[in-house]
C-alpha cells in the first residue's frame, strides 16, 4: 500500500510540477555524424571551459562539430580509424570557445550605426574610423546641419543615432531640430534605442493622427496641446519607428545594417548572438531575414532571436504562443529561435528606467510598464504555462523589485525547475534582490557598459553609490546564480574582452584609474565564463556552444595571448586573430572592411 501511494504521489507530483514543455532544448546538442574526414587543429593552448579536461593542445573537428579534445596522442582512437588532417595555422596561437554574446540587436544596432553617427562617446567602426562623438547638444546641431547638407534630395529622412541625454543635459525637442531644417524630415534616436525626436517636418509627414499619438505613454505634449517632438519610452518609441520605417528601412539599408553588425561582433571574437528584439519592425520580413543572414557564407555567426511577446500578442492574439512556438520549426545550425521577451521598465541609457526610494537626483522615477506584479504575472502566465524561457527587461530597482514579485507569483501557482527566466540587465540592485534571483532559480544576463563607459556620465544623476556598483556581479556569483555578460549593442560594441576586463578591474574606460564597487570584482576565470559556457547556459544552448568538448559545434575564437595569463589591466588589449564557426576559419582582416552581401 505504502509503494502504490508513494508511486501515486510521484506521479501527482510530475504533474503539478510539468509545463516545462520546452525543456528539451536544453537537452538538445548537434548531432554528430561519423566523420568522413577528420580536422585537427592544433593550438599553444586551448582554453575548453570543461572544468574536467580545462586545457589542450589538439581538437578535432569534423563536418563542423568537435569530436575530440586533447593531445595530438589522445586523439590517436580517431585518427587511426578515419580519413584526417593536421591543421597548424593556430600552432601559436591561443582557443577559447567561441565568445557569446547573449543580449545583443544585430538588427536595429546594424541599420541606425550606418545612418549619421551623433554620439557623445567614440564609436567604433569595423569599417574603418571611428566617429569622435560630439561634446555638447550645440555641436550636435551643428553635425545635424553638416549631415542634412549631404543628403541630395531635399525630402529625404535624415536619420541620426546616439544621441546621450545625460551627457548632453538637455533633451531636444522639435523646435530645436527645425535648426537643422523645416522642410526635411529629421529623426534623432538616442543611445539607448528607447528615445526619439522628431523635429515640425517630420512630425507632420508621419504623425497624421495627434490625438492618436498624445494617448501613448512617453510622448511628450506641450502646455497648448501640440506635440513636442520628443517621445520618451521603448513604447511611444515603437510606435514612431511603426510611422516612419518604411522611409528607413529598405532591403538595402536592413542588409547593410546586419552585415555591419556581423562583422562587429566577428571583430570582438563573437560566435554566437541573439537577436533580443526579434519581430519589433514586422514579423514575416524579420523571418526572412534572418533566414537569408543564417543561410549566407558571407556572414558568420550563429543567432538566437528572441521573440518580443507583445508584438506577437498583438499580431497573433490568443494564437501567439503558438506563433511562437512554431518558430523552431525553422531552426537549424546556425538559426536557433528560443524564448519570449517582456518590457519590466525602461532604459537606463535615457534614464527613464523605475528608479525608487530613492528615484533620480532631480526627482524623478521613471517608467514601468505594469503598474504591479500581479498585472505582470497574467501577461507572462500564458508563457510560463507553456514552458518557454522568459527574458524580462529590467533596470531601475523599481522595475527590477516589480520583476521579482511576478516571477514569485507565477512559481506560486505553477513551480517550474530549470525554467531559465532570465533578468535581462539587471541594472540597479540589492544585495537581498540577488538572493531572491537565486531562490526563485532565475539567471541574469548584465551590461558591464553601465559602469565601464556610463559611470561618469550618469552619477550626477543616478548617485556615485548606485551607478558603481551596477552590474553586481561579484554578488551574484557569491549567491551562484549564473551570469552572462553582454553588450545591449548598440548600448555598447560587441566586445566581451572589453566587458571582462571592466567586471575584473570595476574601472571605466574614460574615468582614471578610479575603482568603481572593487567589492564587486571576479576573477578571470569567472569573468571568462561569462562569455563563453555562462553565456551559453542564459541563453538555454549550453549543450551546443560554450566550451570546447566532443558533440559541439566547433566554434573557437583565435587569440593572441591567453587573457587569462595577461595582467589583468590588459584583457582588453588581447588582440582577437579571427573566428572559427562551425570548422570555417574567419580572420578579422576578411571583416574590417565594408563588403557587399
Known sequence: ?????????????????????????????????????????????????????????????????????????????????????????????????????????PML?????????????????????????????????????????????????????????????????????????????????????????????????????????????????????????????????????????????????????????????????????????????????????????????????????????????????????????????????????????????????????????PGYTDGHHGTIFYPTPEAFKQAMQPWWNAGFQIHVHTNGNGGNKNVLNALQLLQDEKPRFDHRFTFEHFGVTSSMMIRKVKALGAVASVNPAYFYTRAGIQASSIGTDRISYATRVGDLVREGVIVGLHSDNPVAPPLPLTEVWAVVNRQNLYTGNKKWAPAEAVTVQQAMRMVTIDAAYVMGLENKIGSIEPGKYADFVVLSDDPMTVPKEKIKDVPVIGTVMGGRYIPVTETNHSRPY
Do not use: C
Request: aromatic content about 8%; hydrophobic content about 40%.
Open 109 to 357: 544596432a546594424g541599420l541606425i550605426q550606418t545612418a549619421f553617427p551623433l554620439t557623445y562617446l567614440p564609436l567604433p567602426s569595423p569599417w574603418g574610423k571611428a566617429f569622435p562623438g560630439v561634446p555638447n547638444l550645440k555641436a550636435a546641431i551643428a553635425k545635424l546641419k553638416e549631415y542634412s547638407a549631404s543628403i541630395a534630395d531635399p525630402n529625404e529622412l535624415l536619420l541620426a543615432w546616439g544621441y546621450d541625454i545625460p551627457a548632453m543635459k538637455q533633451v531636444p525637442n522639435k523646435q530645436l531640430l527645425d535648426e537643422v531644417s523645416t522642410t526635411r524630415p529629421v529623426l534623432v534616436w538616442d543611445a539607448s534605442e528607447h528615445t526619439i525626436f522628431l523635429n515640425s517636418a517630420a512630425l507632420a509627414k508621419y504623425l497624421t493622427n495627434p490625438e492618436e499619438v498624445k494617448k501613448i505613454p512617453g510622448v511628450e505634449i506641450n502646455p497648448d496641446g501640440s506635440l513636442t517632438g520628443a517621445f520618451l519610452s521603448s513604447q511611444a518609441t515603437q510606435y514612431v519607428i511603426k510611422h516612419t520605417g518604411t522611409d528607413f528601412m529598405n532591403p538595402e539599408r536592413l542588409n547593410k545594417g546586419m552585415l555591419y553588425a556581423n562583422d562587429q561582433a566577428q571583430q570582438g571574437g563573437i560566435t554566437t548572438t541573439s537577436e533580443m528584439t526579434f519581430g519589433i519592425l514586422d514579423i514575416d520580413s524579420e523571418k526572412v531575414m534572418m533566414k537569408k543572414f543564417t543561410s549566407s557564407d558571407v556572414t558568420s555567426l550563429r543567432i538566437s532571436p528572441v521573440a518580443m511577446a507583445d508584438n506577437f500578442i498583438g499580431k497573433y492574439g490568443d494564437q501567439a504562443v503558438e506563433q511562437v512556438k512554431e518558430l523552431q520549426k525553422l531552426n537549424n545550425d546556425r538559426l536557433l529561435y528560443k524564448g519570449v521577451k517582456f518590457m519590466g521598465d525602461d532604459a537606463y541609457l535615457s534614464q527613464t528606467m523605475m528608479l525608487e526610494n
Open 1 to 105: 500500500m505504502t509503494t502504490i501511494l508513494n508511486r501515486l504521489l510521484l506521479v501527482s507530483a510530475s504533474a503539478f510540477f510539468s509545463g516545462n514543455v520546452l525543456a528539451t532544448e536544453f537537452i538538445d546538442p548537434p548531432i554528430v555524424a561519423k566523420p568522413t574526414m577528420i580536422t585537427v587543429y592544433l593550438a599553444k593552448k586551448i582554453v575548453t571551459m570543461d572544468p574536467a579536461l580545462p586545457e589542450a593542445k589538439a581538437v578535432a573537428v569534423s563536418d563542423g562539430k568537435i569530436i575530440s579534445v586533447g593531445s595530438l596522442a589522445d586523439l590517436k582512437p580517431w585518427l587511426d580509424q578515419y580519413p584526417h588532417q593536421i591543421n597548424r595555422q593556430f600552432e601559436n596561437k591561443v582557443l577559447y570557445p567561441g565568445f557569446i554574446d547573449p543580449h545583443n540587436h
